[in-house]
């Protein structure tokens, strides 16, 4: 069935007289992911968005689908199953271990005994060094950071106050505004999701380098499939990093609150 949607599709895309560069531009799917659709050929997809993309295609040509959606879902399944899935002596860990496990085998069993022995006073040594070294950290970034703390709170106490400049990320006075404007800006290619006042406006791929802007009257939310691949602008002002690893934003909501990160 998935075999006989993915022909649908490139049927219907040349029947409309659309090029691969044309669904680029509308559908924002890299070109990779068209022709991996149209050939029938998703192993080159990563399997959490195989779903998404071919919704996406299909919407975007009007070509109707129904039961495929499940077979995609058993296959994707499968997919990842069978990757994660590993035969131990397939595994580099499994032989490394199994050699050491066999060598130790042959020596003398008071040569052995020592042997170990040495071993865990190591380990041991290893760790306690390591807890201290964490331990010495964490007091050093105390002090460092104490007198910057202890400044910014004399300065607090002599200004007027303000409202709280940040709820998770930052709070902008977007309630201010007539409108709420975000900007992001991709560093790779990126899976985002855009809802404005409860109006999905965007869903699907923006590569590397593009800036898209969208605007809301009282709410905007995005989905974002890595969180370190994009910089984020409200109202013209800087956000800082959304994140520092290759990690999905599940909710990321703008409003007259503020900014609210779920992750």
Not at 1 to 30: F, N
Not at 224 to 235: F, M, Q, R
């Amino acid at each position: 069935m998935i075999e006989e949607l993915c022909r649908k599709i490139k049927d219907k895309r040349k029947e409309a007289g659309y090029s691969i560069e044309e669904v680029v531009k509308q559908t924002k799917l890299h070109p990779s992911v068209i022709r991996g659709i149209e050939s029938c050929n998703l192993e080159g997809i990563t399997p959490i968005y195989i779903k998404g993309f071919i919704k996406i295609y299909a919407s975007f040509l009007g070509v109707e689908i129904n039961d495929e959606l499940e077979e995609i879902k058993k296959k994707v399944g499968s997919r990842v199953k069978k990757k994660e899935k590993r035969q131990p002596g397939q595994n580099p860990a499994f032989k490394f271990f199994k050699f050491v496990f066999k060598k130790l085998a042959q020596i003398p069993p008071r040569v052995r005994k020592n042997i170990v022995a040495i071993a865990v006073v190591l380990i041991v040594l290893w760790l306690g060094f390591l807890g201290i070294r964490f331990s010495f950290r964490k007091v050093l970034t105390f002090f460092r950071n104490r007198p910057k703390a202890e400044k910014q709170k004399t300065a607090t106490a002599q200004e007027k106050p303000k409202k709280s400049a940040q709820t998770d990320i930052a709070k902008p006075a977007v309630g201010q505004l007539d409108q709420i404007t975000a900007s992001l800006t991709v560093k790779k290619d990126c899976y985002i999701k855009a809802i404005s006042d409860g109006k999905i406006i965007f869903d699907g791929v923006l590569e590397k380098g593009e800036v898209e802007t969208w605007k809301a009257d009282k709410e905007l939310e995005f989905t974002i499939s890595d969180g370190s691949a994009v910089y984020l602008e409200v109202d013209g002002e800087s956000i800082p990093k959304l994140s520092s690893i290759h990690k999905p934003i599940k909710s990321l909501v703008i409003n007259s609150s503020g900014i609210t990160v779920n992750k």
